[in-house]
């Protein structure tokens, strides 16, 4: 089981923006080794409630929250990563659980069961919490991502962009979802990642952005897009 601990601050900004923010940051840290020229793509497949209680939870501003997901860069890989997080007043945990991807098929089609195989406390503990509250998966998101590291103290900024989603399937490993824009393809979110302390220099570049802070997440943002379909 991995688990971080840390603050996470969320800004909407332009392509020219990112643009010019990751020129600027590509010469003062590291780039994520996963990033190559252009980024990577990130899958995650969340599930809620019968009652879709993290997504309003989310949306209410509840102090104490939870958020769970089954996430992939690769549709060819063969595991998953089963993350919880978890909001703590300012601070996010995020633990997560690398599990096979057959067992990833048979949790995202109800069976459970493929946790209690992992040693992992953690494995015993989700599997509890999803089998009590009746989790489903509602919602799988899609998006590219380019990723900086300030070495001094793990501070990670992301810029992701081409956000896209769907409900009409929940095939994790399909490489051909038929999915749909959530945002502006000219949007891009930043998020700055960071424990304990920001760095002058990014405190600085983070005051340079003409944005207000934004905390609705991209989860949320899919939700939100699914139910004014419905409505």
């Given at each position: 089981m991995n688990q971080v601990l840390r603050e996470e601050k969320k800004f909407l900004i332009n392509i020219a923006e990112f643009r010019q923010k990751s020129h600027l940051l590509e010469q003062a840290l590291l780039q994520d080794e996963h990033n190559g020229?252009?980024?990577?793509?990130?899958?995650?497949?969340?599930?809620?409630?019968?009652?879709?209680?993290?997504?309003?939870?989310?949306?209410?501003g509840t102090e104490l929250r939870r958020k769970v997901r089954l996430r992939i860069y690769d549709t060819e890989q063969t595991f998953a990563m089963l993350e919880m997080k978890q909001k703590q007043?300012?601070?996010q945990l995020k633990r997560s659980l690398k599990i096979s991807r057959e067992d990833a098929v048979r949790i995202i089609k109800g069976d459970l069961s493929p946790l209690l195989t992992y040693p992992d406390s953690f494995a015993a503990e989700i599997y509890a919490f999803m089998q009590i509250h009746a989790y489903r998966p509602v919602t799988i998101v899609e998006y590219h991502r380019k990723a900086f590291i300030a070495k001094e103290n793990k501070i990670r900024i992301t810029f992701d962009n081409q956000i896209v989603a769907t409900e009409s399937s929940f095939d994790l490993f399909d490489p051909n979802l038929n999915m749909n824009p959530v945002l502006d393809p000219y949007d891009v979110v930043m998020e700055v990642k960071f424990n304990g302390f920001l760095l002058g220099y990014i405190r600085e570049l983070i005051n340079s952005i003409n944005r207000s802070e934004l905390s609705v997440s991209k989860y949320v943002l899919a939700r939100q897009n699914a139910y004014q379909t419905h409505i």
């Open positions: 020229i252009h980024g990577y793509r990130i899958r995650s497949l969340y599930f809620d409630t019968p009652y879709d209680r993290d997504f309003f939870e989310k949306q209410a007043g300012m601070q």
